[in-house]
């Protein structure tokens, strides 16, 4: 009985999930082994505008790996540990409960206090307060599901994060600056000029990226709660390409003058301009190893574009990274500095690589034929990346293990250039 | 003031994105059911604010001389090229002495030569792609003796290519050199 109630609330539940599509989000594969999981109505959670137990609950349900019960079919809903019924969720198959209470707090904030409970052990997993301006809810709530992720998966999540990426709706060109899941998008810029290569600064409150606002591409660094934009590069020739060191203090860019693109450093204050590469050809696409030792970058000095790396403090030795393949582009880290990914044109097709820097080994990830802007999540899990249906460009992302991919479209405009943010402190 | 920071936009991206961390194998629970200790209140902060700006660019006044006279061959400003290639083919040879020589007969005009690639490829890349043709430009103007002093070169790269090209005429419309008089 309670077996066919339970897949009866699945098929709501997703039904209600499809409906609540502002997102078009699709999800393939990974879907064998998720767990099942309760996320209980918040109890006064109608004091806050925000239904934080129904974001914890999306949060949850889009990476792939658990399953959230619907809240209809709830034998009830407590509000802390000690009114859990433990039989009950057994008996809807449910392996964790998570119960949580909004109260007010005397200076207009408010306290959330949350419990994660292992039902089969039926011992609480976590217990935690948090204290909170009603306008913060979601980003409180997708610090709740980072911490339910990590107890019941062993990794940390990356739910209280931001995302960044360009729209050109008609001749509109727009930065985007979003959370995770894509909520509370606000923009940056809104230019009828191209705006292209958004890089987070390390502790996430600094954009860079490039405008051609001025009829050539220049670097600006957008300082994001004061609207604050200074040009960091406007050199002649191009300037392009930004990204950032580990420590936030310099930017390795593109110049070209009169000539090929070539990449230097500069403070991001501005200034202390230093060459990192002379070559004849094409230089580009830096990107720093999360140890600051290292810029990796892209080359066509041996005839095709490879990816190189070279010193982050200049010097002339350079050493080739990528052989497979006669085209491998934009090269971004994982955080730990282990993986690569970057793109790779097989075929034709241009895709997504992850090549392993323990052991050298490669891995196509992605199934576009069109597909750019590779950027990992700060967990390192998932990777964030352009991709085209048809004349339109989305965004997409794919687990690190190639498992779990959803694409994530807006209803109108062309969407590129994708930049996944630090954690949200 | 509703400068641009805030288009409202109902975000439909997908929200998801956050969602896919994936562990590497099924993810039961942890067996250590330790309770993490009640935290004396976390305190969730903000940073989540942004603030925005609206750029409109201005235009040049448009005003007819020898440059933009349809019958004068200075109004042709595209030079085209081959896939892959900065090499400019001998057809548009006119066109770029018509141009060394109207710079060299007015030393104070300035041009910049916009590169451009078709949409294949990665839009750093082709910026890069594009700069080599503008140079490729720029190269055969020095040859006829103009100064560096009177070029810049820049790209767009393929950030004006036509984004639903299915073949190569289309792609060869965005594989090309423009010839810009600023403010003109």
Redesign the interface.
Known sequence: MHIIKFITFLTIGFFSLAANAALDIEITGGGAQQTPIAIVPFGNGKSIKEDMAKIISDDLYRSGLFRPLNTSGMPNLPTNAAQIKYPEWAALQAQAVVVGDVSALSDGRFNVAFQLVDVLKQQPLVDMDFQLQAKHARMTAHKIADVIYEKLTGHPGAFASRIAYVKKLGERHFLYVADSDGYNSQSLVNSNEPVISPAWSPDGSKMAYVSFEKKKPIVFIHTLTTGERKIVANYKGNNSAPAWSPDGKRLAIVLTYGANSQIYTINASGGDLQSITKSRGIDTEPAFSPDGKWIYFTSDRGGKPQIYKTSANGGSEVSRVTFEGAYNVSPRFSPDGTKLVYIRNDGGRFRVAMQDLTNGQVQLLSEGSQDESPSFSPNGRVILYATKKGARGSLASVSFDGKVRQSLSEARGDVRESAWGPMLK | MKN????H????????????????K?????DD????D????????????????????SGGDGSMNELNDPNNILSKRNIYFDYNSDAIRAEFRPNIEAHAKYLQAHSNAKV?LQGNAD???????N???G??RS?SV?TALNLLGVS?SQ???????E?NAN??CGDDDCYQADRRVEI?Y?NE
């Open positions: 641009a920071t805030t288009i936009s109902k975000l439909l991206i997908a929200a998801a994105i956050s969602m896919l961390l994936v562990a590497c099924s993810t039961p629970m942890k059911a330790a309770v993490e009640k935290s004396a209140g976390m305190s969730t902060s903000d940073g989540s604010d942004v603030k925005g700006a609206v750029i409109d660019g910049t949409e294949r490829g990665t839009r750093e890349y910026l890069s792609l700069q080599r140079v720029k560096d070029i810049e070169t820049v790209s767009y790269g950030e984004p639903a810009v600023p």
